[in-house]
């Protein structure tokens, strides 16, 4: 259930029906201004809304002023285990603290942050993780780790209305994807406020984009969760920007530049589609339009199989083809076909539609039937997975289909169809 309350950090609202936010955290020392600034200059770019910089010394509460000046996006501090530092961090112009009431010393400690908070307009996030839970959920945590989040959680949100602060959002993270997909909609349920999601310690860039795509996957294809960040072990935050990204592109909840499809490959292929992909990738990166880009490693299902695309191209051996909106644009050498569709896209922004030169739209057409034609009796990925999804449509999914060879009719009494 999505949250019904909204908070803002600095001038980004989380919550009650705002998009999806993108936050990510800086992986130097904060007391390094230059380097922490050059890294969140990296995050922004990549698309960060929020950036959170770790905080555990005094020398790092007394750069965050510089930080928080400079930082085109507001900046959270990242405060465990001393509250003078969340207190410096507010003073310092922090937009946000992250704090985990369990393990800052006690509720006086917590009182102090909060009227702090709640005098300058400063939000919180308020969260627990799997390995910090309070000893008295220890033997709940044994019995069930879900219910022992949950409650750990809904504890901490009891204590700050406690202190007459809500000004939060609330997070609960741990390294296990079921438990905190399962954890995160029991916490949606029970509490109104914003959640942030996150795997802990995910991983790496490869194992810890997946874990993530799965878990926040599930939880925002539910409407649950207001802010992500993807935690991968690598110093280049910005890829955890551009993995959150991804993720909610996938899911259709936020826009951001264009997307590439582009088909596995098999055995039909006839040109080296991985190199082609990647310059296509890297080149869309310069464009900010939210545009659908296809690549084809060969125009056997015919161009149709891509036509929600906004452009694409469909390649073989000597040559290829450029298309838009499932309509062939025109014919070209394989070795031009990433130029052209890059010609073709600009153009077609430049003069805000697509514009079909007749001619060549013809050869293009005809040269996409005559490998259709060549390859009728193909079963492609493609025609497999249509010719499945069709049967799907007519309700026979489930039927069983014997080979003529494994059980003939031939001789018997009874046809199959
Ligand atoms: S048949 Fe499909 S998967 Fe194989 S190369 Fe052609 S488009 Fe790609």
Not at 2 to 11: D, E, H, L, Y
Not at 109 to 116: G, P, R, S, W, Y
Not at 361 to 389: C, F, Q, S, Y
Request: hydrophobic share 40%; aromatic share 4%.
């Amino acid at each position: 259930m999505a949250s019904k309350r909204q908070i803002f950090v600095g001038s980004v609202p989380i919550g009650g029906g705002a998009p999806v936010v993108v936050q990510t955290m800086t992986k130097t020392e904060t007391a390094n201004v230059e380097a922490t600034m050059d890294q969140i200059d990296k995050v922004v770019e990549a698309g960060a809304e929020l950036v959170r910089v770790a905080v555990p010394r005094d020398q790092d509460a007394r750069a965050l002023s510089e930080i928080v000046d400079r930082s085109p996006i507001p900046v959270i501090a990242d405060i465990h285990f001393n509250h003078t530092l969340a207190l410096k961090a507010i003073e310092a112009g922090a937009a946000s603290i992250r704090l985990n009431p369990g393990n800052i010393g006690g509720r006086e400690k917590v009182a102090q942050v909060a009227d702090l908070a709640n005098q300058r307009g400063v939000p919180m996030r308020i969260g627990v993780n799997s390995g910090s839970l309070p000893k008295h959920l220890h033997d709940l945590e044994m019995e069930s780790p879900v219910e022992a989040l949950v409650e750990a959680a809904v504890e901490f949100v009891r204590l700050m209305e406690g202190l007459d602060f809500t000004n939060f959002k609330v997070s609960i993270k741990s390294t296990n994807v079921p438990d905190t997909i399962q954890a995160n909609r029991m916490l949606s349920e029970k509490i109104p406020y914003p959640l942030h999601l996150g795997i802990t310690e995910a991983g790496t860039r490869w194992s810890g984009s997946l874990k993530s795509a799965v878990g926040l996957g599930a939880l925002l294809a539910d409407g649950i969760g207001d802010t992500i960040r993807v935690s991968l072990s690598t110093f280049h935050a910005e890829d955890e920007v551009k993995v959150a990204w991804e993720i909610l592109k996938a899911l259709q909840l936020r826009e951001k530049g264009p997307v590439l499809i582009a088909c596995p490959t098999c055995g039909r292929l006839q040109f080296d589609m991985d190199t082609v992909v990647a310059e296509v990738e890297q080149r869309l990166e310069d464009y900010e339009e939210a545009i659908e880009v296809a690549v084809l490693g060969c125009a056997v299902n015919g161009i149709g199989e891509a036509k929600h695309a906004d452009f694409g191209i469909a390649g073989a051996k000597d040559e290829g083809v450029v298309f838009a909106g499932g309509r062939a644009l025109k014919k070209v050498p394989t070795e031009r076909l990433v130029d052209e569709l890059f010609h073709q896209i600009d153009l077609s922004l430049e003069r805000g539609s697509v514009e079909y030169d007749e001619t060549e739209a013809a050869e293009g057409e005809e040269w996409v039937r005559k490998i259709e034609t060549e390859n009728a009796d193909d079963l492609t990925p493609e025609k497999i997975a249509r010719m499945e999804r069709e049967a799907a449509e007519k309700g026979e999914s489930d039927r069983v289909l014997l080979d003529e060879s494994d059980s003939p009719t031939d001789g018997r009494r009874f046809t199959r169809t």
